[in-house]
Every structure is written in structure tokens, then in C-alpha cells.
């Protein structure tokens, strides 16, 4: 059998109109939200304010991997695009696509993004997330919570998420 080459079907013309609607050769024009929208249209969009998305983007910028081949993508479009896209609540890939989109970044390059952007922040959890760890002070929260609605033993919440105080049983040796 002889190997027939693709563009024997169709004109060379036909191709190449076909081959440029790949998203890899469609030009992006990159979109910072920042210089945009002003602060309730970007509240309204993001979830939050342009001074506290900046913020954000002081703390995690250091630890966002930079692409030095022309096509680098500025930390602040990074931290709009993972925030746009955790601020919306529908199925994941057309949010990220929805994102991409309104930023000028490809589906891919967003999920990417959006993981780049929360391992950066959870780096910097320690800065913000600390739990009691002295017998005094989970005694102390404790009382607080137990205080505000009558939570027992409880010494943080997360998330609504209510974190029960556990206690270490001493291990017996044989």
C-alpha cells in the first residue's frame, strides 16, 4: 500500500487555514486586570479588592516559577487568573477556560497557573495558619470558643470546619 500524504486531499491553502485555528498559533493579547477594571468591577469579577489581590501577589511573587522565554505571563495576571478562576463555582475546565479567555492564557497554561499560585501560597501558610500548641493556650482557646457558642474542646476552625482538641495517650512499653 502506498503512503498517501495529507495534502493530497485537500489544497495547501485549505491547510494551513485549518492549521491556524490551533490555539498555539493564535496570538494572546494578555489582559492585567488590574489596569482594567477599577476596584468594585475588579471586587465584582475576582472576589476581592485590587489592594488585597496585590498584596497576594507581594507575597507569592518570589515563589512563581518565571518563564524567561519571551512568553513569561506577570505574577498579577497569575493571581487574577487563580483568583477568577476560584471565585467562580461551575464545572473546572470552563472556568479555566473562562479565565484563559478573559486574561489572554490557554486553558492549559491557567491550570498551570492555578497550581503554581497555590503552592505559593501554601508556602506561606506558616505565616498566617497557627494552631495552640502549648497546653495554656489550647486551655485558653478552648474557653474562647466555648465562650462565643458553647463549642466543646475545640481550639481552631477552618473552613467551618471545627478542629477537636485530641488528647495524646501515653504509650505503654512491653
Known amino acids: 500500500m502506498d503512503i498517501i500524504d495529507f495534502l493530497d486531499f485537500i489544497d495547501e491553502e485549505d491547510f494551513y487555514y485549518v492549521d491556524s485555528f490551533r490555539d498555539n ?24 479588592s ?4 496585590n498584596k ?3 507575597l507569592v511573587k518570589e ?15 497569575q493571581v487574577a487568573c487563580a483568583l477568577r478562576c476560584w471565585a467562580r463555582h461551575q464545572i473546572f475546565l470552563q472556568i479555566q477556560d473562562d479565565s484563559g ?17 497555590a503552592e505559593a501560597l501554601a508556602k506561606k501558610a506558616h505565616l498566617f495558619i497557627s494552631m495552640p500548641s502549648f497546653l495554656e493556650e489550647q486551655q485558653g ?3 474562647g470558643f466555648r465562650s ?3 463549642f466543646p474542646t475545640v481550639i481552631g476552625a477552618i473552613d467551618c470546619t471545627h478542629i477537636r482538641r485530641t488528647q495524646r495517650k501515653a504509650s505503654k512499653k512491653k
Open 148 to 150: 462565643i457558642c458553647g
Open 101 to 117: 479567555d478573559m486574561h489572554g492564557i490557554s486553558q492549559q497554561a491557567v491550570s498551570k497557573i492555578c497550581r503554581n499560585v
Open 141 to 143: 482557646t478552648i474557653r
Open 56 to 58: 497576594i501577589v507581594d
Open 50 to 53: 485590587k489592594d488585597f489581590a
Open 63 to 77: 515563589d512563581l516559577p518565571s518563564d524567561r522565554r519571551g512568553g513569561a505571563i506577570h505574577p498579577q495576571i
Open 25 to 48: 498559533l493564535i496570538p494572546r493579547v494578555r489582559i492585567n486586570p488590574f489596569e482594567r477594571y477599577d476596584d468594585a468591577n475588579f471586587r465584582k469579577k475576582y472576589r476581592f
